[in-house]
């Protein structure tokens, strides 16, 4: 848990444990600006957003943090769920310990449904979500659950066989089929942090099944511009099967990402920075329904 090391008069972000035993979420913060609260992916940590924290920072307070269970983040305490909506409460307290009312909020895949409900929760001033889960009928479809425990079989597999691996193109494209829109074109270094986190997250089981056994919902609730993206290339949430749009409110605006996959920081970093800059800036966050880019 690390302070931005360019702002010396910033709070530092360890903290001392909350009176009610509130768990504590580990966060990086960089930047200055409005707050803006990223939020990873099932499986993955803080760390999928470094490919964009540089952009963002210039014009944003940038704070990623690791969700309950997963990067440097403990899990859930007992006697608190693990849903979606739970890990937002979490976020929620988060922000109250950094003494942030509200920020600019922006998840990828179930990080994009914890944005969500932050919304919902009426603590965020914009919501983008990347290739949000929850968009599906009533629960995850089979697939996608399949999909999931397989990729976290398959980085346990890696770790242990090959901990550097994967170091060769090919290697790391068959690890992140899945995620990424060009897969054997990633560099190195964040698939092996990929896979590393997947294969490590300590809450990956409970935060899964609390995830796949719902959808979000009441998303008339969320009043600020709201804005979801899903790359071309997404091979984890389809069309037809999930981006379902009628828990989401009226003024929701849709933006395709080209040639992007399901982690889209990975594939075209600087086509995400857009996105989120233009989605949190007052001049364009709410011009709903227009496309911020044209493909």
């Known amino acids: 848990?690390?302070?931005s090391p360019a702002d010396p008069n910033r709070a530092p972000a360890n903290r001392p444990t909350?009176?009610?035993?509130?768990s504590r979420l580990a966060f990086d913060?960089?930047?200055?600006g409005e707050p803006l609260i990223l939020l990873h992916g099932q499986g993955f940590s803080r760390r999928s957003w470094?490919?964009?924290i540089a952009g963002l920072a210039v014009d944003l307070d940038v704070i990623a943090v690791d969700l309950p269970g997963h990067g440097d983040s403990p899990r859930q305490p007992r006697d608190r769920g693990n849903a979606p909506h739970d890990l937002a409460i979490a976020v929620a307290e988060l922000l109250d310990e950094l003494s942030i009312p509200t920020a600019h909020?922006?998840?990828n895949s179930s990080g994009g449904w914890v944005a969500l409900e932050l919304g919902r929760l009426q603590r965020a001033r914009t919501v983008t979500a990347l290739s949000p889960a929850g968009l599906w009928r009533r629960t995850a479809p089979r697939h996608i659950r399949l999909a999931m425990r397989q990729a976290r079989l398959n980085a346990r597999l890696t770790r242990r066989v090959a901990p550097h691996a994967p170091r060769n193109r090919v290697a790391r494209g068959m690890a992140m089929l899945q995620a990424s829109g060009r897969p054997f074109d990633l560099p190195y270094e964040p698939v092996r942090t990929a896979v590393h986190d997947m294969a490590g997250a300590p809450g990956f089981r409970e935060t899964l099944r609390a995830l796949e056994r719902r959808r979000f919902e009441n998303g008339a609730e969320i009043?600020?511009?709201v804005t979801i993206a899903f790359g071309s290339r997404d091979r984890v949430l389809l069309p037809g099967v999930a981006r379902r749009r009628d828990q989401l409110p009226d003024h929701t605006r849709w933006?395709?990402?080209a040639g992007c996959g399901h982690v889209p920081m990975f594939d075209d970093p600087h086509a995400?920075?857009?996105l989120l800059l233009a989605a949190t800036h007052p001049d364009t966050a709410g011009e709903l329904g227009k496309p911020i880019r044209r493909h």
């Open 1 to 3: 848990m690390t302070a």
């Open 18 to 22: 909350m009176p009610d035993g509130a």
């Open 29 to 32: 913060r960089t930047g200055t």
């Open 50 to 52: 470094d490919p964009v």
């Open 105 to 107: 909020v922006a998840g």
């Open 223 to 225: 009043t600020v511009p």
């Open 255 to 257: 933006v395709t990402l």
């Open 272 to 274: 995400v920075t857009d």
